[in-house]
């Protein structure tokens, strides 16, 4: 064969190699395709169902309407997250690890719930549960509710009001009640009066003029005599006093020639006891006495140098109140004291009410401004005398030979006598006068009857030093 013919076969023959194998390839290609395809086309089926199961075209569609802004989460797991917030809002959290149909369930249940409760508090209109949301029930309980305080407000105010008139009306009754006790006390004595009048006009009517005049006279005379009779006793009185007052000034006059009087509040000066022990760090001191001598807790004392008698003023170094007690032995903690001179062994401790060995006796009077602060509490008394009780003292309300000690506060203030505008204002004026001439009265009585018995007077100022309680007086609940 000629050498061109051999060279066109074989292109024929590579060519036609070339064809079959690129059909070859090709036919696999498509089977392969067509495979794929086929897979391809079922899985997009199942998931086009899927979808559907999900939402619907038109649903799809509107997704992002329906869904909202899509968060880090699937439009699903955002619906999801969206559904879990209603539920708590409706149930409260956290919520349990349930389908989202149970949750609903549960949240239809509690809701339900919730309005029939809601029922019995609303009741202006039937709520339907199935139409009803509880944003609006909750309104409308709030509603209610404000209705029913602003209703309780105005009750309070109506009530408020009523009392106020009540005990307006009440002092206004009592007033009219004590001033008609007046009246009735004035026209009874006026009957009185005009009856024992009658009584002698009427003798006198029936008597004679002579036998009027000499009853008359004999009445004179008789009142006469007897005016002079107490006249006679009184200047006899009056003498034999002005000559006992002479001999007793002149005898007094010797004796504190030949010997001073001797002071009357020596007992004020005396020690009770003294301090063995003290502990700086802890602001404690320990004292020679216990419960043998009958110290108890709360018991306050003035702290007095050694060696020095007590001061005149009674004004301590330091004041302590003890908070434990033992057979012999006493521990008190410092209330108050001087840095300059602080308290050392051996210093003198005192306090005018305690006494281990007997009850001393006061007489509290006067007006006294407990706290300082320029108001006269009108229990003054009554609280001061309690204190002295706690302490072991006693308190009586006159002056005897028996009496320890005399506490006098400021001398009572008596205001002008009322006048007759002023008791047309206050019809018990007078009375509130009349009290305090007597408050007065007393004041000095007292006073007075001390100073004859020789009885130790202490001013306020003076008491608290001599019992260690002036650094307490500012304290709430000192008295």
Not at 25 to 53: C, F, H, M, W
Not at 105 to 123: F, T, V, Y
Request: hydrophobic share 40%.
């Amino acid at each position: 064969m000629p050498v061109g013919k051999r060279q066109q076969s074989n292109a024929m023959l590579y060519t036609l190699i070339t064809f079959v194998g690129l059909f070859v390839v090709a036919t696999s290609a498509a089977v392969i395709y067509y495979v794929k395809a086929e897979e391809y086309r079922t899985q997009g089926t199942e998931l086009e169902t899927q979808i559907n199961d999900l939402a619907d075209r038109e649903e799809m569609r509107k997704l992002s309407t329906l869904i909202g802004a899509k968060t880090s989460k699937s439009r699903l797991g955002t619906m999801i997250e969206y559904l879990d917030k209603t539920t708590a809002l409706v149930i409260g959290a956290p919520l349990d690890p349930n389908s989202a149909e149970v949750k609903v369930n549960n949240a239809d249940r509690e809701a339900k719930e919730a309005l029939a409760m809601a029922q019995e508090c609303i009741e202006l209109e039937t709520l339907d549960p199935n139409t009803t949301g509880l944003v609006s029930v909750v309104n409308k309980m709030k509603a209610n509710l404000d209705n029913t305080k602003n209703e309780l407000a105005s009750c309070q105010k109506n009530l408020n009001d009523l009392q106020e008139r009540f005990k307006a009306a009440t002092a206004e009754s009592f007033d009219k009640e004590k001033k008609l006790e007046t009246e009735k006390e004035e026209y009874h004595q006026q009957v009185l009066d005009v009856t024992q009048k009658y009584e002698e006009l009427r003798l006198l009517m029936e008597q004679t003029s002579d036998e009027r005049a000499q009853a008359l006279l004999a009445q004179l005379n008789e009142e006469r005599a007897k005016l002079q009779n107490v006249n006679d006793e009184l200047l006899k009185t009056q003498a034999e006093l002005q000559m006992t007052n002479d001999r007793m000034k002149s005898t007094l006059d010797r004796l504190q020639e030949s010997e001073p009087l001797p002071d009357r509040e020596v007992a004020a000066y005396t020690p009770d006891g003294k301090v063995v022990l003290i502990d700086e760090p802890a602001q404690v001191v320990h004292l020679d006495i216990g419960t043998e001598d009958h110290v108890y807790q709360g018991l306050t004392f003035s702290v007095y140098d050694k060696g020095m008698p007590i001061p005149k003023d009674g004004k301590p170094k330091a004041e302590i109140e003890v908070f434990a007690t033992a057979k012999t032995i006493s521990a008190a903690r410092i209330t108050r004291s001087e840095i300059a001179n602080p308290i050392g062994i051996g210093d003198l401790v005192a306090n005018l009410v305690w006494d281990g060995a007997k009850a001393n006796i006061f007489v509290v009077v006067g007006e006294f401004d407990l706290d300082g602060d320029g108001t006269t509490e009108y229990d003054a008394i009554d609280r001061i005398g309690t204190l002295i009780e706690k302490w072991g003292g006693t308190v009586a309300n006159d002056v005897t030979a028996h009496t320890d000690f005399v506490v006098l506060g400021n001398q009572p203030q008596v205001l002008a006598k009322p006048t007759f505008e002023q008791l047309d204002l206050d019809p018990l004026a007078n009375e509130k006068y009349a009290e305090a001439q007597e408050r007065l009265q007393r004041y000095k009585d007292i006073e007075r009857r001390a100073q004859a018995l020789w009885i130790p007077v202490f001013k306020y100022e003076r008491f608290l030093y001599f019992i260690g309680y002036k650094g307490q007086i500012s304290k709430a609940g000192a008295f």
